[in-house]
């Protein structure tokens, strides 16, 4: 799997948008981009994923570059119960192995 | 979403007994789960992957004596931290994808082991 790089915090505003951004380099061709979050105590909880285009669900936007080299996460409007620790991931999905980085620590600050 | 329950939530033992953990995937068949281990301030990290029907894969450095790892059923992974010891004392999660499904991973709501 590729390695991400990601910045280990950020302190986002209740009721902003929080942009978490995730290097990924050395992504190759087939490979996904996943975002979890882990809030506190928890197992990990899956946001969205994508592959080339830009994807949006209820929960968040996720942009990825043109050339798959990066991509950023997108909270519109952050809330108290988003802070957690987010971890961008590539991979092929499904029955591969998961493997976790460091991850961004997401304050949202009332 | 899928659900993934683990069973206990958390668990107490003295130092050299063995505790079993337990990940059910409820409404969906996992032919394959994920166990990680995670210590406090530290991201997880993938200790094993468990198959229905065959024997467990280990990532390097897990003792597989010491984590045993059943996948009765296409609902049920164990993981028996066996000869428990302070230092395995840690927070212990189990995944699973969903057969034929999209791509993500379900993960349980973890397991807080403590050794004393």
């Known amino acids: 799997d590729a390695k991400t790089t990601q910045p280990p915090s950020m302190d986002c505003a209740e009721g902003r948008a929080a942009n978490l951004p995730c290097n990924h380099s050395t992504i190759s061709g087939n490979e996904y981009v996943y975002w979890y979050r882990q809030i506190h105590s928890q197992g990990p909880q899956y946001i969205i994923h994508g592959l080339k285009n830009n994807e949006t669900n209820e929960m968040a936007s996720l942009i990825i570059t043109e050339d798959r080299k990066s991509s950023t996460l997108i909270l519109p409007h952050a809330t108290l119960r988003d802070t957690a620790v987010y971890y961008c991931?590539?991979?092929?999905?499904?029955?591969?192995?998961?493997?976790f980085g460091t991850g961004t620590k997401l304050q949202v600050i009332p | 979403g899928a659900v993934v329950s683990q069973h206990p939530s958390r668990v107490i033992c003295k130092s050299g007994t063995s505790v079993k953990i337990e990940c059910r995937s409820l409404?969906?068949?996992?032919?394959?789960m994920f166990w990680y281990r995670q210590f406090p301030k530290q991201s997880l990290m993938l200790m094993a992957t468990?198959?229905?029907?065959?024997?467990?894969?280990?990532e390097q450095g897990v003792e597989k004596d010491k984590f045993l790892i059943n996948h009765a059923s296409l609902t049920l992974s164990t993981l028996t931290v066996t000869s428990a010891h302070p230092e395995d004392s840690s927070f212990y999660i189990c995944?699973?994808?969903?057969?034929?499904?999209?791509?993500?991973?379900?993960f349980g709501p973890g397991t807080r082991l403590t050794v004393l």
């Open positions: 409404d969906f068949q996992a032919t394959t």
């Open positions: 991931i590539v991979g092929w999905g499904g029955y591969q192995k998961v493997t």
């Open positions: 468990s198959n229905e029907g065959s024997k467990a894969t280990y």
């Open positions: 995944s699973a994808p969903i057969a034929g499904g999209g791509n993500e991973q379900f």
